[in-house]
């Protein structure tokens, strides 16, 4: 089992629509979970960070947290086409490093 | 406030020639991060320093390859001899100090080394 799975996609949704991307993770102690977005031929950007069970919003992107189940999600409303990028879900613990998932291909229709 | 500064940003070379990437960090930042990205493995942690101090290096696939953090501003991966299968865009990426017991852990990448070896 990979540590951090995230389906590969592609993810194609319409504009204006909400784009949901999904992670998993197996290290229970992890405390730290990151969604960076990668935009092709460039470096990983963060853009959102979460470390408590519940949802936080910002702007067009919501991450949610179940530290029970071991998920973590992004949500994305108002899919615009320039949000077409490869997701990275990142997880770490006490010990600062971060595991990745081989990140899902995000692709928005105009 | 500059990001974090790779160099150089592209590099192609013969196989069995010596590579070096060389890393700037944020500053303020003290922990460093070498990772390597490639199509079939993703995004990989080769080693990372704190304060630089080297404090894992379990992901560095063998003994060509090697990095040092001289100061807090300046790091560099060395591959020697370069293989083939080295080829891949290397990203530095930079946090800030975490306190003791603190799991808060936001890098920042650089734009990355595309290497390529023939």
């Known amino acids: 089992q990979k540590e951090v799975e995230q389906n590969s996609g592609p993810l194609s949704v319409p504009e204006g629509a909400i784009a949901s991307l999904n992670c998993t993770y197996s290290?229970?102690?992890?405390?730290?979970f990151f969604w960076y977005r990668q935009y092709s031929g460039k470096s990983p950007e963060l853009i959102m960070s979460?470390?408590?069970?519940g949802d936080k919003e910002d702007g067009r992107f919501t991450a949610q947290l179940n530290k029970a189940s071991q998920y973590v999600s992004l949500l994305i409303r108002d899919s615009q086409p320039s949000d077409s990028a490869t997701y990275l879900c990142?997880?770490?613990?006490?010990?600062?490093?971060?595991?990745f998932g081989q990140g899902t291909e995000l692709s928005v229709k105009p | 406030d500059a990001g974090v500064i790779q160099s150089p940003r592209h590099e192609v070379t013969e196989m069995g020639q010596e590579v070096t990437l060389r890393c700037k960090p944020i500053?303020?930042?003290?922990?460093l991060f070498w990772y390597r990205q490639t199509m079939m493995r993703g995004l990989e942690l080769l080693i990372y320093?704190?304060?630089?101090?080297?404090?894992?290096d379990s992901g560095m696939p063998e003994d060509r390859f090697s990095a040092k953090m001289p100061n807090a501003s300046f790091s560099t991966l060395k591959i020697q001899p370069s293989e083939p299968r080295d080829s891949a865009v290397y990203f530095c990426?930079?946090?800030?100090?975490?306190?003791?017991?603190?799991?808060?852990?936001?890098?920042?990448f650089g734009p990355g080394t595309r290497l390529t070896v023939l």
């Open positions: 990426a930079s946090s800030p100090t975490m306190p003791q017991g603190s799991f808060y852990n936001e890098q920042f």
């Open positions: 290290d229970r102690v992890s405390q730290s």
């Open positions: 979460i470390y408590s069970n």
């Open positions: 990142a997880v770490s613990n006490q010990g600062g490093k971060l595991i």
């Open positions: 500053s303020g930042h003290n922990s």
């Open positions: 320093f704190n304060n630089n101090v080297p404090i894992d």
